[in-house]
């Protein structure tokens, strides 16, 4: 394929003053910048989709963490893919379909050993930002191997209606759970984990006391959380814990826009009485599962055994309303930026 013409400038997205609490719109500025052609081994790609992720969150405050700050006045990254456009690599060519690191902006010049291939013949492009993706890994492996699952466990997941937490339950019951419970915030959102992904029971968190809500759809404990949310959700997950139950600590969203202390856990002690195992976890620890993952999660989805979907908002621009609303909960499944096509 010959060199398709590239503009001389595109737009990407600066963070231009850091949040105390929940980020707000002028935190971020849309910029127009050069694009810089390939130099030897790099390659220039016109990105698709943007992902937008709740570790981001993190990146805006200036503090030391497993992935480094967003700078001020600077573009941001994140997960994107697109198209080869111009290539000065090795093995790309114009028109191969990547999965890259430097999302939030329109254009990428990226050294191509940063880039993966992905097959748009296997699966939508966008999936490879979330089922086939990272956030699908995470769900993979923190079930399978961070909580070490077993058929026959009860599994409580929090975020249950996001992008990985949908993929957590759905897994649990394909691997043989005996009961999967799952929390989100609108009766919408609980209504279509029963309906459309195949939970046993669900509750908004919104509507009472999560402790109380938890006792009632799982009478008999359980036996595995995959804690997306932290504070309350955590402690009334170690309260329903049976013994020699496990929690994967993945993510805790009710703190990250929160400048208090957190709600909870303030039931640790039970973990003793329990021999509970609570482990954290980061996804880029079990790349050893990146082709089992994707082998078997891509069976699932080919023969429908696996639902997932995604909330899309179209155009760079509005990729920090689609960012501030993935805090706030407007997705279902996960959410992505579809730039024009
Ligand atoms: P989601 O698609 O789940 O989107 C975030 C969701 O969080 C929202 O849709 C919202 O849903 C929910 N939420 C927001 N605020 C609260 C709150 N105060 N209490 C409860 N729920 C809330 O995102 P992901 O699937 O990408 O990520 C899920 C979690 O996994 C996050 O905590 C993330 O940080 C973590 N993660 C960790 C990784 C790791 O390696 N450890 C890798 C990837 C993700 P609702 O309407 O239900 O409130």
Known sequence: MAEQTVPATAREWHLVSRPNGWPVASDFELVEAP??????????????Y????????????????????????QVMDGGAVGHVVASAAEGFQVGDA????????????????????????????????????????????????????????AVFVSGAAGAVGSLVGQIAKLKGAKRV?????SAEKV??????????????????????????????????????????????????LNVHGRATLCGAIAQYNETGAPAGPR?????IGKRLRLQGMLVRDHADLQQQFVAEVAGWLKDGSLRYDETVRDGVENAVDAFLGLLRGDNTGKMVVRLGA
């Open 35 to 48: 694009v810089r052609q390939p130099e030897p081994g790099e390659i220039l790609v016109r990105n698709a």
């Open 50 to 73: 943007l992902s937008v992720d709740p570790y981001m969150r993190g990146r805006m405050n200036d503090v030391k963490s497993y992935v480094p700050p967003f700078q001020l006045g």
């Open 98 to 153: 990547v999965l890259h690191g430097l999302g939030w902006r329109e254009y990428a010049t990226v050294p191509a050993k940063h880039v993966v291939k992905v097959d748009e013949a296997r699966a939508p492009l966008s999936y490879y930002l979330g089922v086939l993706g990272m956030p699908g890994l995470t769900a993979y492996a923190g079930l399978l191997e961070v909580a070490s699952f077993k058929e026959g466990d």
């Open 181 to 185: 419970i799952g929390s989100a915030g």
């Open 191 to 240: 209504a279509r984990l029963v309906a459309d992904y195949g939970f046993d029971a669900a509750f908004n968190y919104k509507d009472g006391p999560v402790a109380e809500q938890l006792a009632a759809a799982a009478p008999e404990g359980i036996d595995v959380y995959f804690d997306n949310v932290g504070g309350d959700h955590l402690e009334a997950a170690i309260g329903a």
């Open 267 to 271: 039931n640790l002690v039970q973990a």
